[in-house]
């Protein structure tokens, strides 16, 4: 218990100098393509490797399942996996710049979007971002004003989920050769459709860290938004609710940032 406290000590004093390096950097230094919805902004696409490694490349990062050797995924339980990393999300053959970065911790992820000029999305935020339209003028079929029951609008056809989104998810999905005991794998940020305010894969992909509850230190646990490869509709929906540690570091869950717009 000794050692896991030191590292944990360790970790949070790197994050908390990490943090002030965004006072001084560029406004947007990671390249996100923002959507700006009132409020805030928020970003089209979950945050990719590309992106990811440009925070890296800056702050020298080391994330908590390159230290443990691997990230995890779930077959019998929680399987740690060498090699499976952001880098290399299922282990094996370099992945694209435009996969989704995953195996990330709560507080990578948000050191990354504080370097990134921003920071998670709120619970909030990311609700209305997914479900709502709020963009002037939208784009056919969605309309300014509605909510729609998913981030695809009226349907889940489109997004990159398991069974009740499509044939086309199976052809998108980039594994690398993983064998998987369930599920496709990801498919690049912008393969699928874009859906309610333009963004992609607030349903389904990569399940995508939030705020929530707001502030939690340590190794609360912490809200995941909008379903995965992993999952069908269901876990699409605003009314599912779902969650992990803190310093959960798994092959389906990354995320996206918001900022002030
Ligand atoms: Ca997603």
């Not at 080391?62 to 740690?80: C, F, L, P, Q, S």
């Not at 009226?154 to 980039?174: H, T």
């Not at 605003?238 to 969650?243: D, E, F, I, N």
């Amino acid at each position: 218990m000794r050692i896991v406290s030191t590292q944990r000590l360790a970790r949070a004093s790197f994050l908390a100098v990490l943090i002030p390096i965004a006072v001084h950097a560029q406004r947007d230094p990671a390249g996100i393509d923002w959507q700006a919805l009132g409020e805030f902004s928020i970003a089209r696409t979950e945050t990719t490797i590309g992106q990811f490694r440009r925070f890296v490349d800056v702050s020298r990062m080391v994330t908590r399942a390159e230290h443990n050797g691997g990230g995890e995924v779930y077959e019998a339980g929680w399987v740690k996996k060498n090699g499976w990393t952001w880098r290399t999300p299922f282990g094996g053959s370099a992945a694209h710049d435009d996969e989704p970065a995953v195996h990330v911790t709560f507080d990578e992820a948000q050191a990354f979007c504080r370097w990134a000029g921003g920071r998670l999305p709120t619970d909030e935020e990311w609700v209305r971002a997914a479900y709502t339209e709020l963009r002037e003028s939208p784009s056919a079929p969605f309309a300014r004003g509605r909510t729609y029951p998913f981030p695809t609008g009226e349907s889940p056809e489109g997004a990159q989920c398991l069974g009740d989104c499509g044939p086309a998810a199976k052809k998108r999905a980039i594994n690398h050769g993983a064998r998987l005991s369930r599920g496709d794998g990801h498919a690049r940020v912008t393969a699928t459709p874009a859906g309610v305010n333009g963004l992609h894969d607030m349903g389904g992909n990569v399940w995508e860290w939030v705020d929530e509850p707001r502030g939690a230190g340590g190794n609360a646990e912490r809200r995941t938004r909008g379903g995965s490869w992993w999952y069908g509709a269901a876990q699409m929906r605003a009314s599912h609710l779902q969650g992990k540690p803190a310093d959960t570091a798994v092959v389906y869950i990354g995320f996206r940032c918001v900022r002030q717009p």
